[in-house]
């Protein structure tokens, strides 16, 4: 489980991406670099990283789920993920 301090950072990450993406796009489609620069850094989605909703873990990410393959494999076999289960044949 990620440390609280990094979930609220991404939390914060988004929160300014959202905020700043429209006038983001405004400022890309006038050709304003130098204004784009003056935006805040986080305000970039490419600083944005996935992450699993329920842990924070930053790796083996299921960008379909929006949970890393643990708490997938949990949820999946717990039937909470609708229309998933476990392969046989």
Wanted: glycine share 6%; proline share 4%.
């Amino acid at each position: 489980m990620a440390k609280e301090s990094v979930k609220a950072r991404q939390r914060k990450r988004e929160a300014l991406v959202a905020r700043f993406a429209e006038k983001r796009e405004q400022l890309k489609a006038e050709g304003d670099y130098a204004a784009l620069d003056k935006l805040p850094r986080n305000a970039s989605p490419v600083r944005l990283h996935n992450r699993c909703q329920l842990t924070g873990r930053p790796k083996g990410y299921m960008r379909q789920f929006g949970l890393c393959r643990n708490m997938f494999r949990d949820m999946a076999l717990a039937g909470k993920i609708p229309g998933v289960r476990k392969a046989s044949w």
